[in-house]
């Protein structure tokens, strides 16, 4: 997929306001610090279409942007940071999970994971929580440029079989990638694409 246009649509923290146009959405989430917003510029290609910080929690609404005028990519924000619910720690900030529920655009979730980490509790349980929900979701290995190959190869394993050790009967789909060395982004975009495709096929149907 070629990106020719990139564009901020709005923000906010009300599922009911965001936009309402009947097109493939996909949503980008992680721990805070995961290197979200580096991620969506590089398979942007637009250097500051996200806003990067090293500060933790920098993206605190539901921020949407529509890709090639025919689908959305949303920047969530992290959790993990804000304060969680005592409650419920599987809620995460209420409109994090409202969004996941009730957007009917929200064809595929991307959670992102640092691959220099073992497996963090939050993620497994995020991932659990989406899988409890029958929400599709990929994960994201991020930063991989920092790692050697069979160090990065060694990672995703013991990742993926954390997961099958687990809820998981199978693993969900992964990518591994690098947003300062670009590595990854055909992947995710074909990924993309490829469901775009199917969905389009099916409204002319």
Request: include cysteine; proline fraction near 4%; charge should be positive.
């Amino acid at each position: 997929m070629k990106i020719k246009s990139a564009n901020f649509v709005m923000s906010n923290s009300d599922v009911a306001k965001c936009p309402r146009e009947a097109i493939p959405e996909y949503a980008f989430i992680g721990r805070s610090n995961v290197g979200k917003s580096s991620l969506i510029n590089m398979l942007t290609e637009h250097k500051g279409l996200a806003k990067t910080s090293g500060r933790p929690g920098k993206t605190q609404l539901i921020n949407h942007f529509k890709i090639n005028d025919n689908w959305f990519l949303v920047d969530l924000p992290g959790y993990g940071y804000a304060k969680v619910s005592k409650r419920d720690k599987k809620t995460f900030q209420k409109y994090i999970t409202n969004y996941f529920l009730q957007r009917e655009q929200l064809v595929c979730s991307f959670v992102l994971v640092d691959i220099r980490h073992e497996p963090q509790k939050i993620d497994l349980e995020f991932m659990e929580w989406l899988g409890e929900n029958q929400i599709p979701f990929c994960i994201i290995f991020t930063k991989a440029d920092k790692l050697k190959p069979k160090a990065i190869q060694v990672n995703v394993n013991a990742y993926i079989q954390e997961l099958l050790n687990g809820v998981w009967e199978e693993a969900p789909q992964y990518f591994t990638t690098s947003s300062s060395k670009g590595i990854g982004r055909d992947e995710v975009l074909n990924f993309i694409d490829s469901i775009n495709t199917d969905f389009f096929e099916q409204q002319k149907g």
